[in-house]
């Protein structure tokens, strides 16, 4: 069978097959340090899975917009918790936040803006659909951020029309960075995107595990007539398989909206119509479901943080994280040595670490950063969700002042990894 020549580049998603990998690996009885792929570990909220049980027999297929109960639900959640005002019939509710991305990013016409490094899939979804895309390189100095002189300079260079519409991705908490704007960052952009007719999908997937919580702010705030938000549950409520997605659109954009669902009813129809269900629950604002989801982000600020003080103890080089499970370490200042090892870039790295220590990691070149570049993303989430919830949910005031115990009895892979990771980074010391 002939395959389409652009479809052959393409490969499974980096974060599927490299979990995969391990997955195989681990089946063999292989010891493996799961560093590579992103999935939030803790159990499902018991309302959320009753409410589930509960609605198994609904078995028709769903509008396609999603259910207004549950639309309606997610404005009172965006409102409750984010102070946003979106109206039900401003919500699209599809299968997870990625198919959302894909279908904004097809309906709306124009060059993409990505700010790099960037999540894996935006490119590949870009290319899918050849739209052309503009990377703009940020830097561990700006904390990989989006600068307003960096956007700036990359509209000059690429001397694009200021009157045509122009997409940019922003995502904050981001994946792979672990990085966010503050409010004076995201107000700081905003002129620059209204003068140069610049329309943001803000994925923020990753915003109720910013570490800060107060500390979120949406673009939406300052720029809410151009600012498309693509979220869900899968992070913050670990319900990554339930496949899931919302997007909130601007006031007064009914042919965005009729353009999306247009692709969704051609392609998905809805999304299963007990998982909606099942997100009414998850998306109640109450205490109890808000105290779930603020005791796994404070967990995943404990694990994250703990990584980042072992990466600073073997001086690796790293940006502090702000949010979700992710840090981007680098190891460029050590490039002449790793040559010697003919270790030239971030894929051969992630490679060597797998085949001599065992640690799965992902290469920074797999999230659009130059080839060369020795970066790596290292997620912080290979430990046992349930258990560690369950010892977090008996012991959180003395485990928040002194995470140390709890990390070494109920995260040992994280633990080894880090002294697999300093190890390595010494023993380059005397090469
Ligand atoms: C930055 C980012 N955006 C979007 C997604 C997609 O999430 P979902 O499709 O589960 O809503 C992910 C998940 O891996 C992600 O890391």
């Known amino acids: 069978m002939e395959i389409v020549p652009a479809i052959r580049k393409l490969r499974p998603s980096a974060t599927l097959a490299i979990n995969e990998l391990v997955v195989n690996k681990r089946n063999k009885g292989e010891k493996i340090f799961h560093m590579g792929f992103g999935e939030s570990p803790f159990p499902v909220h018991e309302r959320v899975r009753r409410s589930l049980c509960n609605h198994a027999d609904k078995k028709y297929y769903a509008p396609t917009q999603g259910y207004l109960a549950l639309r309606k639900q997610i404005s009172f959640f965006y409102k409750e918790v984010f102070n946003l005002d979106y109206s039900p019939k401003q919500i699209i509710v599809a299968l997870g936040s990625k198919s959302l991305i894909f279908h904004a990013l097809s309906a709306l016409d124009g060059p993409l803006l990505l700010p790099t490094p960037s999540w894996v899939s935006y ?3 870009a290319y899918l659909i050849h739209k052309k895309v503009i990377y703009v390189q940020t830097s561990p100095q700006s904390s990989y951020l989006l600068t307003p002189s960096l956007l700036l300079a990359s509209l000059e260079k690429t001397r694009l029309d200021l009157s045509r519409q122009k997409l940019l991705l922003l995502n904050y908490p981001c994946n792979p960075t672990g990085q966010s704007y503050s409010k004076k960052q995201l107000q700081d ?15 923020e997937i990753y915003s109720l595990i910013s570490y800060n919580n107060q500390e979120h702010h949406s673009l939406a705030e300052f720029y809410p007539e151009g600012t498309i938000i693509t979220g869900g549950f899968s992070k913050d409520r670990s319900l990554g398989g339930y496949r899931l997605g919302v997007l909130l659109l601007p006031k007064r954009n009914d042919d965005v909206k009729r353009s999306i669902l247009s692709i969704i009813s051609e392609i998905w129809s809805s999304a299963s119509s007990p998982i909606q269900y099942a997100a009414i629950e998850a998306y109640s604002p109450d205490k109890e479901i808000i105290d779930y989801i603020e005791r796994c982000t404070r967990i995943h600020k404990i694990m994250t943080n703990y990584v980042y003080s072992r990466l600073q103890e073997a001086r690796i080089s790293c940006v502090s994280p702000k949010g979700g499970f992710y840090l981007f370490p680098d190891w460029n200042d050590k490039k002449d040595v790793l040559r010697k090892m003919k270790i030239t870039t971030s894929k051969k790295l992630a490679k060597y670490l797998l085949e001599s220590y065992n640690i799965a990691t992902l290469p920074g070149s797999e999230f659009g ?63």
Do not use: W
């Open 123 to 125: 490119q590949h979804q």
């Open 189 to 203: 952009l905003v002129p620059i995107l209204r003068k140069n007719n610049i329309v943001v999908i803000a994925d």
């Open 369 to 431: 950063m130059p080839k060369k570049n020795l970066c790596l993303r290292l997620s912080t989430v290979d430990y046992d969700g349930s258990r560690v919830l369950d010892e977090y949910n008996k012991n959180s005031s003395d485990i928040d002042k002194n995470p140390s115990d709890f990390i070494y009895e109920y995260a040992p892979n994280l633990v080894i990894a880090c002294n697999i990771l300093n190890d390595f980074t010494s023993s380059l010391n005397s090469l």
